[in-house]
């Protein structure tokens, strides 16, 4: 099960699922309807599945360039796959019985669900902080360019994760001081920044890739991820303005 392309393999598999389940629940959103926003919806089920399916084939992909142990790597891979698939189904679960995710305390199962998709946020913030502390540690391998996109897609990821946390520890905060209600809705603010830096470890190795196919040269290529590098930090830097415009 530890053999890489064992790894990988079930990594993209179960990536794959999770994005049809997101496809599948915008059917139903389509089809049952109900509100796109607040914290009883079908957007989450959606939102979530798209999400975790994406991130774990970008990063099972992502690490490959990294210099880490092979055994390591696999092992680090399979616990993070099995956390996304938790992710997802404590979310889903919920959708469907029609209750909050995060942030519910409301009765002993749905206080279980919460406090469990509250420890599998904290396990993604350790193993993602692994994989982003190892591309700094020593050079990822790959293309003009890749090696800087992993980085620089690794680094964005640790403003997703600490957006995320905070997010989690404002909600839980407000929830334990009896503020139920306004506990799902304080999040608002940090989503953009939450979402957008989420996916910089997908766009900007995939950028440097598809770089990796074309005629150019090797330095014009660095110029051009370089480039898509600092508009996408722009853009991190726009979200993590809105939130602090609209903190409350």
């Not at 599948?24 to 957007?43: E, K, N, T």
């Not at 406090?115 to 902080?129: E, F, P, Q, R, S």
Request: aromatic share 8%; proline share 5%; glycine share 8%.
């Amino acid at each position: 099960m530890t053999d890489p392309r064992t790894a990988d393999r079930l990594c993209r598999v179960t990536g794959l699922l999770l994005v049809l389940s997101g496809l599948v629940h915008l059917v139903v959103f389509a089809v049952d309807g109900g509100p796109w926003v607040g914290p009883v919806s079908w957007r989450k089920p959606v939102t979530f599945g798209l999400s975790f399916g994406l991130t774990l084939i970008a990063v099972a992909w992502v690490t490959s360039y990294l210099r880490v142990g092979a055994r390591l790597r696999s092992v680090l891979l399979l616990v993070f796959a099995a956390d996304c698939v938790v992710e997802v189904a404590g979310i889903t679960l919920q959708a469907w019985r029609r209750v909050p995710s995060h942030l519910n305390m409301e009765t002993p199962f749905d206080t279980t669900v919460s406090m469990a998709l509250a420890v599998g946020g904290g396990v993604l913030v350790v193993l993602l902080t692994v994989f982003a502390v190892a591309s700094f540690r020593r050079r990822p391998t790959g293309p003009a360019g890749m090696p800087l996109a992993v980085r620089s897609g690794f680094a964005i990821l640790l403003v997703a994760l600490a957006s995320g946390a905070a997010m989690i520890a404002r909600g839980v905060v407000l929830t334990r001081t009896g503020h139920q209600e306004a506990a799902y809705h304080s999040t608002a603010p940090l989503k953009p920044l939450h979402g957008v830096s989420l996916h910089a470890v997908l766009v900007l190795p995939a950028l440097a890739w598809l770089l990796s196919r074309s005629p150019w040269n090797e330095r014009t290529r660095l110029r051009i991820v370089a480039a898509g590098v600092g508009c996408y930090a722009a853009a991190v830097a726009v979200a993590g303005l809105w939130a602090v415009l609209t903190y409350r």
